[in-house]
């Protein structure tokens, strides 16, 4: 028996979710996590996104992967300018794994490719009125069939098979900003109820980076450092404020006089009260 070539997939696209194309200038994000991929095309201007924490500048001619379950939203504090085409899609293939949360550059070659997909996207699906997208009504099967074989062409291009990328050299820099920028979040809201989700959405980071970063800074978790955080602001107003202690227990997010006594004695050794008098 003659032999045969089997063809392999290595990757595939089981359905697309969105196709966008508009200018980002201007616009506002909250940010968003989602349970599918996202990859956006930056087709002029330059488009800055805080991606779990990190900040990513994604130059014209280039696309950035956002993996399904990460947060990510726009930087507030740098404005995107780009004009970009935006596609959603969901893939269970393993091999996509190359793909999170990475920025590639791609040739003249490559950008023709992705933007056939888009125009052939664009006119082959429209919105639902349910939500999501849907096919239009005169489209056949084997032209959705073709705009599934054009996204997996384009992936493939890109696609290394086995590749770790490396830690990029500023990775670290970016994770000492974000660790700062929760850091000073948490110390200006001492007095509030803060959880984890409030404290992740107000630093536009997912929970699991936010402990992630606890973690590699003052190995504990988030709610052991806001811990920390309180009685050293406590200690500070027992020596250097005319506040009580009951004050003291607002001002510094414990609440009760109780609990704020309980803490601070398991965390220093010392009552409230035995603080103030020590030399």
Known sequence: MKEKVYLPTVLSVDAINSVYHFSLEGRKSKGELHDF???????????YVILDGER??????????????VF????????????????????ASPAMRCF???????DTAQRQQLTAFFDAALTACEKSPHGGLRARDDVPPH???MLRAQLELFLLGLYTEGENPAEPSNRRQYKKECFARLSDYMKAHLAERLTLSSISAACSMSESAVKSLCREFCDCGPTDYLISLRVTAAKMLIRE????FTEIAEKTGFGTLHYFSRVFKERTGMTPTDYAKAP
């Open 37 to 47: 991929y996202e990859m956006v095309f930056v087709e002029s201007g330059f488009y």
């Open 56 to 69: 990513f500048e994604v130059p014209p001619g280039s696309c950035i992967f956002f993996a399904p379950n």
């Open 72 to 91: 990510h939203s726009g930087d507030g504090v740098t404005r995107s300018t780009a004009t970009v085409s935006i596609v959603s899609f969901d893939s």
């Open 100 to 106: 999170d949360n990475r920025v590639f550059a791609i």
């Open 143 to 145: 032209r959705l069939q």
């Open 241 to 244: 404020s005319t506040l009580n």
